[in-house]
């Protein structure tokens, strides 16, 4: 069973970055592929990117290409989600997710993953 907490959401201006944290407890993460899924108000879970476990695939929803950027260190037990060039519609709560059933990203972004974190939430304002 996993265990995951965000951190690294906040307020900030349009065009600014954030570098979105989740750290993983109750098992090694070298396992599992890795995900991050957003929810803005009004709106349903959007899928945003997708590491696999060996970090050889990656996808990205195509409102966030070019501007995310999700990465893993699996010796601190933590994934990343790098944010620039932030837009007022990139604003709701971002959730860190993994599974080890070993599907493609695309399912896992269309479909979501076994665990998850409780969420940070990003607003992008002026």
């Known amino acids: 069973q996993l265990h995951l907490v965000e951190s690294g959401g906040g307020l900030v201006q349009p065009g600014g970055s954030l570098r979105l944290s989740c750290t993983v407890s109750?098992?090694?993460?070298?396992?599992?592929?890795i995900g991050w899924f957003r929810q803005a108000p009004g709106k349903e879970r959007e899928g945003v990117s997708c590491?696999?476990?060996?970090?050889?695939?990656?996808a990205y929803a195509d409102s966030v290409k070019g501007r995310f950027t999700i990465s893993r260190n699996n010796a601190k037990n933590t994934m990343y989600l790098q944010i620039t060039s932030l837009k007022p519609e990139d604003t709701g709560v971002y959730y860190c997710a993994a599974d080890r059933w070993g599907s493609s990203c695309h399912f896992y972004l269309n479909y979501g993953m076994d665990y998850w974190g409780n969420g940070t939430l990003v607003t992008v304002s002026s």
């Open positions: 109750g098992n090694t993460l070298d396992y599992y592929a």
């Open positions: 590491m696999q476990s060996s970090g050889g695939e990656t």
